[in-house]
């Protein structure tokens, strides 16, 4: 497949806007997928890293550093978690208050590998502050959406799913965390007179990461990069402001 666009570019580092579904480096094991980092490296040559991971089913913003000093810089300021990280989700159901912090201690399920789960203790912790931008409910039988900002403190494997489905509200289309609710126009327009074999509007994870502020490996200046909402997602919400507010 092609390279993902460039959102930006120069001598240091370079970010990729990652459609959902395309991992962002080769897997542990198992046989070889595409993946983003493969497809940079045969552009640009194999000194470029990616400084950190997005999971595969998540879209949006990938950083990637073309020198070494820049990864040792940029890696340093993710362990000391400088960076500041900006998701959006569109949720199942509507969280009960605007802001929130969820701080949870996870691991990885050992009877489900690729999977998350919470403890009380021998886990890591994790936290992640949210705030709910705009509410879509419904009347009473059909489901309600919320659209949330969520800012993860930590760097944990599925945390915002997690820390969303843990608080009652998992994420739009979430295989692993969520439920079974689609988000179907027949849900929210009334008269509805569409296809019967009606396709729902979004059919990916909902997660999106869409900003990353940092600090620049080479002028020491903070600097901010923002990917924009890939056009499903965005369609999603046209559709909610249209006929669910």
Known sequence: MPLPPVLFEDD???????PSGLPVAPGRG???VENLL?????????????VHRLDTDTS????YAR????????????????????????????????????DLVIKED??????????????KASLT???V???????????????????PRTGRMHQVQVHLAASGTPVLNDPLYGDMTTLLLSNLKRGYKGRSDERPLLTRLALHAGALTFTHPVSRERLTITAPLPKDLAVALKYLRKFAK
């Open 38 to 50: 493969d497809l940079v490296r045969a552009k640009w040559g194999d000194e470029i890293a990616n």
């Open 133 to 151: 931008h705009e509410k879509f409910p419904q009347p009473a039988g059909r489901p309600s959406f919320a659209y949330l900002e969520c800012r």
């Open 129 to 131: 502050e949210f705030t």
């Open 110 to 123: 050992e009877g489900q590998p690729g999977r998350m789960c919470v403890v009380k203790k021998h886990g």
């Open 67 to 102: 020198t070494k000093p820049a990864l040792d810089f940029l890696s340093g300021q993710f362990q000391s978690k400088t960076v500041v990280k900006t998701y959006h989700a569109l949720t199942v159901g509507v969280p009960p208050t605007d802001e929130f912090t969820v």
């Open 12 to 18: 240091a580092v370079i970010a990729f806007d990652k």
């Open 60 to 63: 949006g913003l990938v950083l």
């Open 30 to 32: 198992g046989p070889p």
